[in-house]
């Protein structure tokens, strides 16, 4: 693990890991287990495509601390998104910035890499759009069809539909790259099996781009 100064004022020690050439950040809070468990989630979930983490050149993946906050660790200042537990942020390569997310490495006060998941499932999807010309309309008439069949309607991603800056259908994807490796005891889906049964045309693209190998959920 590596560690830089990053201001002599507050005397804060930024923490950071490369993997490849996607770069873990985080600050002295953050322990090395939790950027250990990051870099085994980010090769394992893309050891099935790894051209993925040749997209992701440059992007920062950042870790929070519960004492930490999500918006100010990227620098995102949106009044109407204050209590965020995680958040990506889409390349602009025609601007010269790769790309960032933060999540929380906390879920419910106990050690969880639920949020990076989720967020980093976000990032894979901002690559893959790219990759597959044919990706974001599968997904779209996939989120569609499970709509007209009622399906996840107790999500915190559909209760949001209408709320400025959300975006169900990517919503959809990321906590589907989430559910695709945290089922089990205690969890939505008790086998993957199970989800598959549950939601074919979303689970179809899971399986096309995403790994089947067991990752770190906590750490």
Partial sequence: MRAKKKSKSKKLTLKYLEVEEITILGSENIPDTAF???????????????????????????????????????????????????????????????GRLAASIQWRKKPSMRVFIHEFGHAIGFVIAKLDPHYEILLKQSFRKAMDLGLWQNERFIKKIGKPGHDPVAEYWAEGVRWWYTWGKGQKFKSRDEFIQYDPGLTHLLDRWLSDEEIPLTY
């Fill in 36 to 98: 250990r468990a990051a870099k085994q989630i980010i090769l394992k979930i893309t050891s099935k495509h790894p051209e993925i983490r040749k997209y992701l050149s440059g992007y920062e993946c950042v870790l929070v601390s519960p004492e930490e906050c999500v918006q100010s660790s990227v620098r995102w200042k949106k009044d109407h998104l204050k209590s965020l537990a995680g958040l990506a942020i889409r390349p602009r390569n025609d601007l010269g910035f790769p």
